[in-house]
T-cell receptor, first 113, second 113 residues
Framework: SQQGEEDPQALSIQEGENATMNCSYKTSINNLQWYRQNSGRGLVHLILIRSNEREKHSGRLRVTLDTSKKSSSLLITASRAADTASYFC?????????????FGTGTQLKVEL | DSGVTQTPKHLITATGQRVTLRCSPRSGDLSVYWYQQSLDQGLQFLIQYYNGEERAKGNILERFSAQQFPDLHSELNLSSLELGDSALYFC????????????FGQGTRLTVV
């Protein structure tokens, strides 16, 4: 089963609005990462937040992490049509000597003009 | 360009056949991950290698195998292919250490007919 589950599955907003996506996970983690995927293409790393951090910013992105609730959120402010993509959270966690980077189910974001 | 190269980009083959997917990680990256992305299963972690050794295993079928060579490139072998193996297969690499992002290739789209 997936380590992370994202909510909502799909989100449609107008350009200029903010978009918020949530991610819940199941086990202890080293860090949580957010990735973006344009249709059928490779994933692109957006931001990484360590397990001892609570909030992180990068440009128009703001990520929060609540390890007690095993949840994270990604906020994209002042969205643009070019932000249209699928967004995935990924949890980095140790298992038997290696680390797994396990992805959630993704949120499909559509930003309309 | 992520620096991760996957070949081939597209592959069409018949059921029962065997194929090999190749991945060249970013220069200097020791970790290689393989993922399968299909519409119904999402992005599934298959396996991770670190400097030639298998480190973590996910939902990889027994018909599938992988290895990482001394020059750090990796190959994913899929045998006795079934229609349900049709998917995008991604390779990602990351550098040594904790809390590092993964860089994804553009994927190999496998179609089993």
């Amino acid at each position: 089963s997936q380590q992370g589950e994202e909510d909502p599955q799909a989100l449609s907003i107008q350009e200029g609005e903010n978009a918020t996506m949530n991610c819940s996970y199941k086990t202890s983690i080293n860090n949580l990462q957010w990735y973006r995927q344009n249709s059928g293409r490779g994933l692109v790393h957006l931001i990484l937040i360590r397990s001892n951090e609570r909030e992180k910013h990068s440009g128009r992105l703001r990520v929060t992490l609540d390890t007690s609730k095993k949840s994270s959120s990604l906020l994209i402010t002042a969205s643009r049509a070019a932000d249209t993509a699928s967004y995935f959270c990924a949890t980095d966690w140790f298992t038997g000597g290696g680390n797994k980077l396990t992805f959630g189910t993704g949120t499909q974001l559509k930003v309309e003009l | 360009d992520s620096g991760v190269t996957q070949t081939p980009k597209h592959l069409i083959t018949a059921t029962g056949q065997r194929v090999t997917l190749r991945c060249s990680p970013r220069s200097g990256d020791l970790s290689v991950y393989w993922y399968q992305q299909s519409l119904d299963q999402g992005l599934q972690f298959l396996i991770q290698y670190y400097n030639g050794e298998e480190r973590a295993k996910g939902n990889i079928l027994e018909r599938f195998s992988a290895q990482q060579f001394p020059d750090l490139h990796s190959e994913l072998n899929l045998s006795s292919l079934e229609l349900g193996d049709s998917a995008l297969y991604f390779c990602a690499s990351s550098s040594r250490g904790l809390n590092t992002e993964a860089f994804f290739g553009q994927g190999t789209r496998l179609t089993v007919v």
